[in-house]
């Protein structure tokens, strides 16, 4: 289908502008919903995706197509919501407690919705009550933690012992990453994955919920 080649190849390269009217292309022509996003949105999110993870983009081109990618979904998520389509997952998202740094976070924020997922993004310096509040108000399955110094990593570990202690350990995934981060640390606290970049954060969220 045309059209949603062109939604694909405009959002690869950033046009929100473009992507908007797309989106509201296809809906006219009653293509559906779930269509457009899944061979439209989601197949250019994909590709971007790729790119990243090959070096042939970086943050600035990623950033511009994730905006172009919310500025349809704004458009989309009304149709979606009335047909019925379930997001692919819902996660609760955040850098973790004394931690200001969000640009990871963000970037794996988009690259996820991008991918068909719901995003709850409670910031920066979240506290392990406040990812586990959230997770009993969405009953979201996956918690994504963030860290940049070395000196808050040890939050992460708190967030999954407040998990435990709430008896939702076994109910939810947890990914973690960051700079400091490596996957000795991931397996010394028990995190399900470790992911090095927002492209790796994806596919091993979808490892995760198989």
Not at 56 to 66: G, K, N, S, T
Not at 147 to 152: K, Q, V
Not at 158 to 174: F, G, S
Request: proline letters at 3%; glycine letters at 8%; aromatic letters at 4%.
């Amino acid at each position: 289908m045309e059209i949603l080649e062109k939604l694909s190849e405009n959002l690869i390269s950033g046009q929100d502008k473009i992507v908007e009217k797309l989106v509201q292309k296809a809906l006219n022509e009653n293509i559906s919903a779930n269509e457009i996003l899944q061979k439209g949105l989601i197949k250019g999110m994909d590709v971007v995706g790729e790119k990243f993870k090959n070096n042939e983009f970086y943050i600035p081109e990623v950033l511009i197509a994730a905006r172009a990618m919310k500025a349809g979904m704004t458009l989309l998520k009304p149709s979606l919501v009335k047909t019925g389509v379930k997001p692919v997952g819902k996660m609760v998202i955040g850098t973790i407690k004394g931690d200001l740094h969000d640009i990871g976070k963000n970037l794996v924020a988009m690259m996820m919705e991008g991918a068909g997922f719901e995003i709850y993004d409670l910031t920066v310096d979240v506290s392990p009550e406040k990812f586990i509040e959230k997770v009993k108000e969405t009953n979201a399955k996956l918690i994504g933690m963030s860290a940049l110094l070395t000196t808050t990593m040890v939050n992460m570990k708190a967030t999954i012992d407040a998990l435990k202690e709430n008896n939702l350990r076994e109910k939810v995934k947890v990914i973690i990453g960051g700079a400091p981060v490596t996957q000795e640390f991931a397996d010394e606290i028990g995190a399900d994955a470790f992911a090095p970049d927002a492209a790796s954060a994806v596919e091993k969220v979808k490892e995760l919920i198989k």
